[in-house]
């Protein structure tokens, strides 16, 4: 089962995992008195729910929110964390996932190793290039990159609130670097000679067709591990790390 939008499949695997725990805690009880603890019962729900959402077709991060949510939530629990607590929480994860329900796309971070290997590709480019990071999340590549290229011009765009602001002052006092509060798919891509992204599948082909559209003059478009379908790149880079990263390269 493939969905733009994976939560929602997340959440019929819960929804599922509970009516089957459901009955078959009802049918335990009735013929062999089986009275499960909450914490047991929690663990159950959890492997039901990521098993499900294996059925279901969910990556693998998915399935590990499937198996530690409800859990979690009754550690949390044990914590005795007063109501306005969970209130603060969850308005801190929406501000941090704004945009993930409708894009597909969630916050994490390039590693230090794909960090060394763009400036592999950066190397091969005079010093004056334009870069921007499309999703620039905490702003860390940027950072790092424009102090190591000090002539060129980074820029990222970024749609989660408070991931926006934490990146904006952290690029504050870093000259040839800004991040601004937009949709990558508001970005006239013509003026950039390399384009990065690190997102999900879900948006690939269509930034494969924004970027065919926009840009050109043997600029680059730089995806962290996410393939365009059907479209092969001049390089792929193995990082050979733990999550299997690569750095796919077109020329445009
Ligand atoms: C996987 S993170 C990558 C962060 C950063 N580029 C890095 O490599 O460390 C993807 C980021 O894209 C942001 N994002 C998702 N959809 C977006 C959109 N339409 N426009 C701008 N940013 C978006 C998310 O909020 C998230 O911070």
Redesign the pocket.
């Known amino acids: 089962m493939r969905t733009k939008f994976p939560i929602l499949l997340a959440l019929a695997a819960q929804l599922a995992a509970a009516a089957v725990l459901m009955l078959v805690f009802y049918l335990g009880a009735a013929w062999f008195e089986l009275r499960p603890s909450l914490v047991m019962t929690a663990v159950a729900q959890g492997l039901a729910a990521a098993a499900l959402g294996h059925l279901f077709g969910l990556s693998r991060w998915w399935l590990l929110i499937n198996l530690a949510f409800v859990p979690s939530l009754i550690a949390l629990s044990a914590f005795k964390i007063p109501p306005w607590g969970y209130l603060v929480g969850f308005l801190l994860l929406l501000l941090l996932n704004w945009?993930?329900f409708a894009?597909g796309?969630?916050?994490?971070?390039?590693g230090e190793g794909t960090r060394k290997k763009l400036e592999e590709i950066l190397n091969t480019r005079g010093p004056t290039f334009r870069f921007i990071?499309?999703?620039?999340?905490?702003a860390?590549?940027l950072c790092q990159l424009s102090r190591r290229y000090p002539q060129a011009r980074f820029e990222?765009?970024?749609?989660?609130p408070l991931?926006f602001m934490a990146s904006w002052f952290r690029c504050l006092f870093q000259k040839n670097c800004r991040v601004r509060y937009?949709?990558?798919?508001k970005v006239d891509l013509s003026k950039y000679d390399i384009v990065?992204?690190?997102?999900?599948p879900v948006?690939m082909p269509e930034l494969w067709k924004k970027a065919r559209a926009e840009m050109k003059g043997k600029s680059l478009l730089v995806s962290?591990t996410f393939e365009v379908p059907g479209i092969a790149p001049k390089q792929v880079i193995e990082l050979k790390d733990w999550r299997d990263s690569k750095i796919l390269v077109w020329e445009l």
């Open positions: 945009n993930t894009g796309v969630p916050l994490y971070l390039t990071d499309l999703g620039s999340g905490l860390g590549t990222g765009v970024e749609t989660a991931v937009r949709s990558l798919w990065y992204c690190f997102l999900s948006p962290n």
